[in-house]
């Protein structure tokens, strides 16, 4: 025999292949089971620290968003929304006054009642138009072309009786 197979011989527990040393099964599952929650540890300290900073940054983008952006358009919409109301309230007013007025120049109740309800049909055109203008304002409430052409609208309607009056009290 030669030294090689000597040494083979005296080690072979050493090349055994077929069976693992007593307790391996035991020494490979601690080993497992420490690596796994060693690695199960990292990776929920790096999901919150992850977490941390995305809400962090979605904090502060929300806030400059706010503080640029949303915070002038809102206090503009605000003060063009109660300006059109007082508006619109000042030339409601003027409408029923006007009506009022065509009633007290014409010559009997059948004619005013007459007038009256032309005055009311064409007033009803306009009241539609204001109605999809009001409609457009609401969409886009910074939108100056809309607030005018409805105050244009408002005017129009105070013409209109004007020119109703102007006629009836000339008769």
């Known amino acids: 025999m030669s030294v090689l197979e000597d040494k083979i011989r005296k080690n072979s527990e050493h090349y055994d292949v077929h069976e ?7 020494r490979f599952a601690t080993r497992l089971d420490q690596e796994f929650h060693v690695k199960e540890r990292k990776s929920f300290r790096i999901n919150w620290r992850a977490a941390a900073a995305v809400i962090l ?7 400059l968003l706010f503080q640029y952006s ?42 005013a009642e007459k007038i009256n309800e032309l005055a009311r049909v064409q007033l009803e055109e306009l009241e539609k138009d204001a109605a ?14 809309v607030y005018g052409a409805l105050v244009t ?7 209109l009786l004007d020119n109703i009056i102007t006629k009836i009290c000339q008769l």
């Open 70 to 111: 949303g915070q002038n358009s809102n206090i503009q919409a605000r003060e063009m929304s109660d300006e059109l109301t007082s508006v619109m309230d000042h030339y409601n007013r003027l409408t029923d006054q006007k009506l009022n007025d065509i009633s007290s120049c014409a010559a009997s109740d059948e004619e």
């Open 20 to 26: 693992p040393e007593e307790g391996h099964f035991d």
């Open 57 to 63: 940054i979605a904090g502060l983008t929300g806030l």
């Open 132 to 145: 999809v203008l009001q409609e457009e304002l609401i969409k886009d409430e910074s939108n100056d072309r």
């Open 153 to 159: 609208n408002y005017r129009t309607r105070i013409k």
